[in-house]
């Protein structure tokens, strides 16, 4: 069964993309999204607590980047259900050899990929397609005394956001994040 999920690291290790194989017929397909025991044999001993799903209208749409502090800090396993989207993690881990920098992957209902992003990294996206709808799952629980953020277009973080021809959308809270270079000490 090994043989039916791929698990890539990418340049930050921590973060993995992870696609499952698709088996389809003239009926469509089935895929197997999640099996614990792949996963943690990658992962490590991963338990997610909850699971979201959030809808983007336009193409354009851009969420976060948003984390949570300890003892509140969150691992997401993070699936475009439907459309399409850039998939972003910055590490702000201070201690770590990749602090500030991110991965940004594109994730497709089309491919079922799927990102890992462990505690300690800033996760957004942005949708490239309209409609487009986002599920994760987490290892610790919505706290809103324990969230925190990183201001989507800081030019430290130099993420390269496909917005050529668009309106970026985001929300006011967003918009009024703190820039990386301000950032306390949450992952000493």
């Not at 497709?108 to 949708?127: M, R």
Request: net charge negative; proline share 8%.
């Amino acid at each position: 069964m090994p043989d039916q999920v791929i698990f890539e690291r990418c340049h930050i290790p921590d973060v993995i993309k992870i696609t499952p194989k698709r088996h389809g017929d003239s009926r469509g397909h089935f895929v197997e999204l999640f099996r614990a025991d792949l996963f943690q044999s990658q992962a490590g001993d991963v338990q997610f607590v909850q699971y979201n799903q959030s809808l983007s209208r336009p193409a354009g749409t851009v969420r976060g980047l948003h984390y949570q502090i300890a003892p509140a800090a969150q691992g997401k396993l993070v699936r475009c259900a439907q459309g399409a989207m850039l998939d972003v993690a910055v590490d702000v881990r201070r201690s770590s050899p990749t602090f500030g920098q991110h991965v940004a992957v594109k994730l497709s209902s089309e491919d079922d990929s799927q990102l890992w992003i462990p505690p300690g990294f800033a996760h957004g996206f942005c949708t490239l397609v309209p409609d487009t709808e986002v599920w994760y799952a987490v290892t610790s629980t919505y706290s809103p005394e324990h969230e925190r953020g990183v201001l989507w277009n800081d030019p430290d973080l130099n993420i390269a956001w496909p917005l050529a021809g668009l309106e970026p959308l985001v929300s006011p809270r967003d918009a009024k994040l703190p820039r990386f270079h301000d950032l306390a000490r949450d992952f000493e």
